[in-house]
């Protein structure tokens, strides 16, 4: 398909078939492209914007003007089917460079001599640090954090006990309701560590709890180091 400006092709300029697609596809993707804060979904979107694109500047999903994220309008699941945004990116790992910075501070505070019940953590001012101090936007937001996770128990293992009563440090997502990543202590009064990688909910908050042997035990010791979070880059 082919057309031509004001006098014809010999008084003005042809539009070939290669250049109108290009101009179409243009006023096409204008006409399906979003950008601000506010979700432009509707409840009668589906399957006719499929490949639609939303530039967020929503800072409930962690974007703003200077950190904005790409997403896209596709099928989310085949059950109806469901439609609804994808982010677009690739997820990366940072490696935490500030040793001063890197230990986590729980509270309830290590040593233990009860139960712990699940306790929220959050790691947005900790990883804000060590952004600012790596020249990364404070605007991003950590999906997960590796950690460097180190138990002690002070009190004899009970052999016959059940893995729900035997001394251990368990870590998880703020928002989950399963167990998490549990780490034991194997040797009284020696030290056990373990690398341990924990998803983040949407304010970087994570939960721990900790649990004594048989409920009993004179102290339960643990530390954490933030190793590497896991971020859009």
Known sequence: MSGSWAGGPTAGV???????????????????????????????????????????????????????????????????????????????????????????????????????????????SQLDTERTAQGISTDKLAYAAKLRIRVEAADTIPTGASNETKGYFAIRRKGDTGDGARIYAQVADRALEQEVVVFLDSAETAQFAVQVEDGASPSFKYEAWVEAWMEMV
């Open 14 to 124: 042809d539009l070939g078939s290669d250049a109108f697609t290009k101009l179409i596809n243009g006023v096409e993707a204008a006409l399906s492209s979003f950008y601000g804060a506010t979700d432009p979904s509707t409840g009668s979107w589906g399957s006719g914007q499929l490949g639609y694109r939303w530039i967020s500047t929503d800072p409930a999903l962690g974007h703003s003007d200077s950190n904005p994220a790409v997403y896209r309008w596709e099928q989310t699941d085949s059950v109806g089917p469901t439609y609804g945004w994808v982010l677009l990116g690739l997820l990366g790992w940072r490696r935490h460079d500030t040793p001063a910075n890197r230990a986590l501070s729980f509270s309830p505070a290590s040593p233990a001599t009860a139960n712990v019940a699940w306790s929220d953590h959050s790691f947005a």
